[in-house]
């Protein structure tokens, strides 16, 4: 959701050449990412009942949808290491994340779908998201950062503007166009 906009505060307070700003960017960063995951997870439990029976016309995957919101949960630490790995141009570490993740969901996957079957879409799911924040964290931690005291008033003010220019950029990509292909949407005051 804000991944865009964490990879350019990173890489601003990168090149700031400012240890201090970097950790702090960062710790608020984790700390948004947490916030953001696990709302997004209560979420899914709250609407897991309209979601399953929008969906599939029945109630009866409620538990499976609100289950799967911890998927929601790893992914956005998982895309806040990634961010920081990205922010700080750690490009080879990068790749290997990318690399890593894209090897080890695949295994994860084939074995549990070999083992479990049609049962193990969940659980494959959650592990998949697990692995992913696994290496994240592995290949984040090899990030050298200053020891800095974040307070959480602070946090908040400045996740404020992290999670407003992440959710501009998350609308701009749905709606996956630019201000001369929607016009009426420029006219709105949707791009500003």
Not at 99 to 112: E, I, K, N, P, Y
Request: charged share 15%; glycine share 10%; aromatic share 8%.
């Amino acid at each position: 959701m804000y991944c865009s906009s964490a990879v350019r505060e990173v890489a601003e307070a990168h090149g700031s050449n400012n240890p201090e700003c970097v950790a702090r960017v960062v710790a608020i960063l984790r700390r948004t990412c947490w916030a953001t995951g696990l709302l997004g997870w209560l979420l899914a439990v709250f609407l897991a009942r309209p979601l399953s029976v929008w969906v599939f016309g029945s109630p009866e995957r409620a538990v499976a949808i609100g289950v799967l919101g911890v998927t929601l949960l790893l992914a956005s630490i998982s895309s806040g290491q990634t961010a920081l790995v990205q922010g700080v141009r750690r490009i080879g570490d990068l790749a290997r994340l990318q690399v890593l993740s894209a090897v080890g969901g695949t295994v994860v996957s084939v074995g549990m779908y070999a083992w479990l079957g049609e049962q193990g879409i969940i659980p494959t799911l959650i592990a998949v998201g697990a692995v992913n924040l696994g290496f994240s964290w592995w290949i984040a931690r090899r990030v050298q950062l200053a020891a800095v005291t974040v307070t959480w008033r602070q946090s908040l003010r400045e996740s404020r503007r992290l999670v407003s220019l992440g959710s501009r950029s998350l609308e701009r990509r749905t709606i996956g166009g630019s201000r001369a292909d929607y016009p009426c949407l420029d006219r709105a005051g949707f791009w500003h």
